[in-house]
């Protein structure tokens, strides 16, 4: 299967989920998520119709951006965890960043956005798992971030993103997906602009889509398996 097929099928897919779910599949963007393949997959997909891609980490992305400028109506978001002393290189670089887990990274942010002149929509990521590799904040602590930020002129939060536990069977990922939304649905009623929800992957899109996701980041489904260089 070429990567053109594998977005087609998968749009396909993202379409009946929508309307199991009485949604319209408009509402919902694919993501494709180009972490450790070459550049080269990126003009591949650009050439199949997509635009929207995620990266995960500042420095590779960083590398792959000088082959991708003739794509000007590519957008390039940050899906992966932001050190405070790469938020300048994040700002310059990505269109967005999904994965805000800090109120010292929204601050670093938004200073580094106002300096470029540039708007920059970032979604907060929740941590709705106990698990230790997980990142993003506890929900607990999102009403008081959301109003610490509501001062900002570059960076705009316009929607909470989550990565649940892994597993094999896609029901599992539901409870957290269902919080997701309910966390976003209560948020929105002080912050309007809070509307987007990341949420699923390549195994449990389409539980995401059921529970309301706007967004669904798609790697191995559209790119194949990642082969990480050995250390
Ligand atoms: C890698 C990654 C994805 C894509 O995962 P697949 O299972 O390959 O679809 C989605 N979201 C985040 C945050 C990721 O790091």
């Not at 995620?54 to 978001?77: C, I, M, S, Y």
Request: charged share 30%; glycine share 6%.
């Amino acid at each position: 299967m070429s990567i053109a097929d594998n977005i087609a099928r998968l749009k396909d897919e993202i379409a009946s989920a929508a309307r199991r779910a009485n949604r319209d599949p408009e509402e919902i963007e694919l993501m494709a998520v180009s972490k450790v393949h070459p550049a080269e997959v990126i003009l591949e997909a650009y050439a199949a119709g997509q635009r929207l891609f995620g990266e995960n980490k500042v420095q590779e992305f960083e590398g792959k951006r000088p082959l991708l400028e003739r794509l000007t109506d590519a957008k390039f978001h940050l899906i992966g965890p932001l050190q405070s002393n790469k938020t300048n290189k994040a700002a310059g670089l990505f269109d967005a960043v999904d994965a805000v887990d800090s109120l010292k990274i929204a601050e670093r942010l938004e200073k580094a956005a106002k300096e470029l002149g540039k708007a920059l929509p970032v979604l907060i990521e929740v941590k709705l798992s106990h698990e230790e590799s997980k990142h993003g904040i506890p929900p607990e602590e999102l009403p008081a971030l959301l109003d610490a930020m509501g001062g900002f002129e570059a960076v705009e939060a316009v929607g909470l993103m989550t990565v649940p536990p892994w597993s094999e069977d896609a029901e599992t990922a539901r409870p957290y997906f269902r919080e997701l939304r309910r966390l976003r649905d209560e948020a929105v009623k002080t912050h309007p602009k809070l509307t987007q929800l990341s949420m699923g992957m390549s195994n449990d899109f389409a539980v995401a889509i059921e529970e309301g996701s706007t967004c669904v980041r798609v790697g191995t489904a559209i790119f194949g398996k990642r082969i990480y260089p050995e250390k």
